[in-house]
Nanobody, 124 residues
């Protein structure tokens, strides 16, 4: 059974940092794309960042470029999102997701596996 568990959220002041982790079980990252999404109150879910296991390519939405870094430890089957210089507009529930794919994650339209969300709150 594929399971994803996200953790590491919390309350932080603007300008601070957090690192989110997503532990996967039931599959290995080989031939999967894995990514982070977020949903703020009253807003649609948006893709934040993703990484393709096939070639290590990454994608970041424009609003987090230069501030967030995605990485994965395939030996631990864990994905991370290092978030620096956090802004109040980064406040959201963050979800990790995965899908079988051998192509780049930026164009991945369907994500079949989701973890529970972890709340990130950035105070001004």
């Amino acid at each position: 059974e594929v399971q994803l568990q996200a953790f590491g959220g919390g309350l932080v002041q603007a300008g601070g940092s957090l690192r989110l982790s997503c532990a996967a079980s039931g599959f290995t990252f080989d031939d999967y794309v894995i990514g982070w999404f977020r949903q703020a109150p009253g807003k649609e879910r948006e893709g934040v960042s993703c990484i393709s296991s096939s070639d290590g390519s990454t994608y970041y939405t424009d609003s987090v470029k230069g501030r967030f870094t995605i990485s994965s430890d395939n030996a631990k089957n864990t994905m991370y999102l290092q978030m620096n210089s956090l802004k109040p507009e980064d406040t959201a529930v963050y979800y990790c997701a995965a899908e079988f794919s051998t192509t780049g994650c930026a164009t991945q339209g369907f994500w079949g596996y989701w973890g529970q969300g972890t709340q990130v709150t950035v105070s001004s």
